[in-house]
């Protein structure tokens, strides 16, 4: 069976994977929204590991990376049973790379949008990888192919 590690590299970007879970189900305060907005390609921030404070290894990822791809999960506590509702490409605006108001990693970017040809390069001839790794503890940096 093949893992995301097959995943060695992308045809043109670099791509920077990501587990997104709890924020789908609206249970972290702040993030309500989180829902309509990934699930209409409208998110225009990412922030890593709210309430943790950023670490120079995770700005040297993001200012390596094209873009976020990040694989929501419903619930990724009951191991086995993840359930995967959706998976949104964030085009990386580099010039935003900062923190927030509690010392999180946030970055800015656009969307793309699901059924456009960016989104089916980036993610629809990916999905199989993306969603059958369950060892993607951490962010993971997949480079662009040279």
């Given at each position: 069976?093949?893992?995301?590690?097959?995943?060695?590299?992308?045809?043109?970007?670099?791509?920077?994977?990501?587990?997104?879970?709890?924020?789908?189900?609206?249970?972290?305060?702040?993030?309500?929204?989180?829902?309509?907005?990934?699930?209409?390609?409208?998110?225009?921030?990412?922030?890593?590991?709210?309430?943790?404070?950023?670490?120079?290894?995770?700005?040297?990822?993001?200012?390596?990376?094209?873009?976020?791809?990040?694989?929501?999960?419903?619930?990724?506590?009951?191991?086995?049973?993840?359930?995967?509702?959706?998976?949104?490409?964030?085009?990386?605006?580099?010039?935003?790379?900062?923190?927030?108001e509690e010392g999180a990693l946030k970055v800015e970017?656009?969307?793309?949008?699901?059924?456009?040809?960016?989104?089916?390069?980036?993610?629809?001839?990916?999905?199989?990888?993306?969603?059958?790794?369950?060892?993607?503890?951490?962010?993971?940096?997949?480079?662009?192919?040279?």
């Amino acid at each position: 069976m093949d893992q995301l590690e097959d995943l060695k590299a992308h045809e043109k970007y670099n791509l920077l994977l990501c587990m997104v879970s709890g924020a789908y189900k609206g249970t972290i305060p702040g993030n309500e929204d989180f829902k309509e907005l990934c699930d209409e390609c409208t998110l225009g921030y990412f922030r890593s590991r709210r309430n943790k404070a950023a670490q120079h290894k995770h700005f040297e990822l993001m200012r390596k990376a094209d873009y976020i791809i990040g694989i929501v999960n419903e619930d990724s506590t009951t191991r086995g049973a993840e359930v995967q509702r959706s998976v949104f490409a964030l085009k990386i605006d580099h010039d935003t790379i900062g923190i927030d108001e509690e010392g999180a990693l946030k970055v800015e970017g656009v969307c793309a949008q699901k059924g456009s040809q960016e989104y089916e390069e980036l993610v629809n001839k990916n999905t199989w990888h993306f969603t059958h790794s369950t060892r993607l503890g951490q962010p993971k940096l997949i480079e662009r192919k040279n």
